[in-house]
Structures are given as C-alpha cells and as structure tokens.
C-alpha cells in the first residue's frame, strides 16, 4: 500500500514530466515559427517535386511509382551497376550545399561569387543527374550548344568576380577544367574503345569533384575570412 509520501511524489513527478513535455512542445513551436520561411521553402519544394512527378509521369505515359523506384531495381540490374556515377553525383551534391550555405553567411561580392558558382553547380548537378545535354536534341539542341552556355555562363561568372580570383585556389579550378574539357572532348570523338570511354566517365567525375572542392574551399575561407573579421564582445 502505497503511504502519502510515495503518492505525492509520484504526482509530483508526474506534473513535472508534464510540464516538461510541454514545455519541449512549446519550445518547438516557436523555433518552427521562427523557421517559417525555411519550412515554407520546403514545403514548396516537396509539392513541385510531387506536381512535377505527376506531369512527368502522363507526359511519359507511365507510373509515378516508376519515377520513386531505383533503377536497378527495376531493371533487375546488380546495385552497384553505376556506383561510381552515384558516388560522383553525391560528392558534388554535398559540396554545393556547402557552397549555397556559405554564400548565405557571406556579403558583398563575394556573397555574389559564391551564389553563382553554387547555383551553376546545381545546374551542372541537374544535367549530369537527369543527362539534360544528352536529351537536348528533343527540343532541337545539340550537345555541344548546350556545353556551349554552360561555358559562357561561367566566363560571365569569372568576368564579374575577376578581382576575387587572386584569392582562391585557382590550381584547383584549372585543373577542374582540364577534365571536363577532356571529358567533353572525348565524348565527340567517334570511334573509341570502351577504355576510352571509361577514361570520358572518369574524366568527367574528376572533374565535377575539383570543381565541387574548389567552390568548397572558397565558401569555407570566406567564412573564416568573415568571423575572424567579427570583433568580440568581452
């Protein structure tokens, strides 16, 4: 039988846990308000992904279940079947994110350096994730224009930002170039051999790699650059 004590302290305790969960609860909502805009963000992303899907699959004739389902799956492939190319496309993916997340921390012209350079990775992310250069001959492009304004795109990038090249890596990005331009110059040469081939893919995974790593480096150090700058309140 449990005595007056025990009871009022297991009430107590219960009241606190309480107290305590709602106390959790409130604290989430108000951080989730605060976030407002960022939950805004994603909950638009989630429905163009979902209305897009939708379109994608009529468009195509086929299930939306085809468009959620891994490829190799459903070819009945082995998982490791693209690896590589997954890998690449991961790499990419998550340096970029960190370059959009620098630039956000970041002001002036670099802020702009940083947004460019982070979005034009996304693009090339797209492309290379969804092969857009290699369907571009559906709405009456060839791949070589396609490689074309990516190219002038990022001259237009380095015109407007020349005076912060001074300050970064520019060994890496030179050789980023070098392997895409070989990867890009591989692909129109007709005629190779599966090793040659393999030599475009791996040119072009090293080279998507450096370019991430590059961007990647720049956003850190105009992070560091920044705080270091940020005087101390004692």
Do not use: C
């Amino acid at each position: 039988m449990a005595t007056p004590a025990r009871s009022f302290e297991r009430d107590h305790h219960h009241d606190g846990l309480i107290s305590s969960v709602m106390a959790l609860v409130r604290q989430a909502v108000t951080s989730s308000w605060d976030h407002r805009y960022a939950l805004l963000v994603g909950l638009v992303l989630v429905i163009l992904l979902e209305v897009a899907g939708y379109f994608l699959s009529s468009a195509a004739d086929t299930s939306l279940m085809n468009l959620l389902r891994d490829p190799n799956a459903m070819a009945g492939q082995p998982w490791f079947f693209g690896g590589l190319e997954i890998a690449g496309m991961l790499i990419l993916a998550f340096l970029t994110g960190g370059v959009i997340f620098s630039a956000s921390l970041s002001r002036g012209r670099m802020a702009s350096f940083l947004w460019s350079g982070g979005l034009l990775s996304v693009l090339l992310f797209l492309d290379d994730a969804y092969m857009l250069h290699e369907n571009a001959y559906r709405v009456g492009l060839s791949e070589n224009k396609i490689f074309l304004v990516y190219g002038l795109i990022f001259l237009a990038i380095l015109g407007w930002h020349w005076k912060l090249l001074a300050r970064t890596p520019l060994a890496i990005l030179g050789l980023s170039l070098a392997f895409l331009a070989s990867s890009v110059l591989l692909d129109n040469i007709e005629f190779l051999s599966r090793a040659i081939y393999a030599g475009e893919d791996l040119s072009e995974l090293i080279g998507f790699t450096l370019w991430g790593v590059y961007f990647f480096i720049v956003g850190r150090d105009a992070v560091a650059s920044r705080k270091s700058a940020t005087p101390r309140l004692h």
